[in-house]
């Protein structure tokens, strides 16, 4: 079955990096847009992130740009999230999700990134 | 982008049918034959329930259903039940891609 997990969270001071990784297995990997969702605690979802199938094509939010970059290694089935200048409003429960239907498809269950000094 | 706008909260009981509104612009909703809904119970990750505006993923109840005019999209759920009590979300592309700030539905 399509399973995706995300890692990599965890508490950082603002205006640090983290990376997270997003494993993922039960499907062609190197066949599949992925995303990049976040929730902060308690609100509603915020599109991050996008990679075409083959890493060709990035978008992001205007949130993040610049400071995020999404990446990914097809030969390991894995998707990337590398997170610079962390700031506040950035705490949040990433997601990676899988592309299908136009939408998305499959989730995994998130990884909590905080940002607290 | 600005956000697409939904309810903050909708309420029905058992049996009844609700309808939960999703409204953007004509650079999303209007233009793009793509607006997505999400369920979430807490403490889960969200679950599609709606694609391209009025298909269903297999696997999920006929009793969700979407539509849309013009620049609002509409997730009706028929027969409530008690475990349709959840967060929902829409979702538009807009050349990138923007969610509804979410509705909280309770079942009475």
């Known amino acids: 079955q399509v399973q995706l997990m995300e890692s990599g969270g965890g508490v950082v001071q603002p205006g640090r990096s983290l990376r997270l990784s997003c494993t993922t297995s039960?499907?062609?990997?190197?066949?599949?847009?992925m995303h990049w969702v976040r929730q902060p605690p308690g609100k509603g979802l915020e599109w991050v992130a996008f990679?075409?199938?083959?890493?060709?094509?990035?978008l992001y939010a205007d949130s993040v740009t610049g400071r995020f970059t999404i990446s990914r290694d097809n030969s390991k089935n894995t998707l990337y999230l590398q997170m610079n200048s962390l700031r506040g409003e950035d705490a949040a429960l990433y997601y990676c999700?899988?592309?299908?239907?136009?939408?998305?498809?499959?989730w995994g269950q998130g990884t909590l990134v905080t940002v607290s000094s | 982008q600005s956000a697409l706008t939904q309810p903050a909260s909708v309420s029905g009981s058992p049996g009844q049918s609700i309808t939960i509104s999703c409204t953007g612009t004509?650079?999303?909703?209007?233009?793009?034959?793509?607006v997505s809904w999400y369920q979430q119970h807490p403490g889960n990750a969200p679950e599609l329930i709606i694609y391209?505006?009025?298909k269903r993923p297999s696997g999920i109840s006929s009793r969700f259903s979407g539509s849309k005019s013009g620049n609002t999209a509409s997730l009706t759920i028929s027969g409530l039940l008690a475990e349709d009590e959840a967060d929902y979300f829409c979702?538009?592309?807009?050349?990138?891609?923007?969610f509804g700030g979410g509705t909280r539905l309770t079942v009475l």
């Open positions: 999700a899988r592309e299908k239907y136009n939408a998305y498809g499959d």
């Open positions: 039960g499907f062609t990997f190197s066949s599949y847009a």
């Open positions: 990679t075409s199938f083959d890493g060709s094509s990035k």
């Open positions: 004509s650079r999303d909703v209007w233009t793009y034959n793509l």
């Open positions: 391209e505006d009025n």
């Open positions: 979702c538009s592309y807009a050349g990138t891609w923007v």
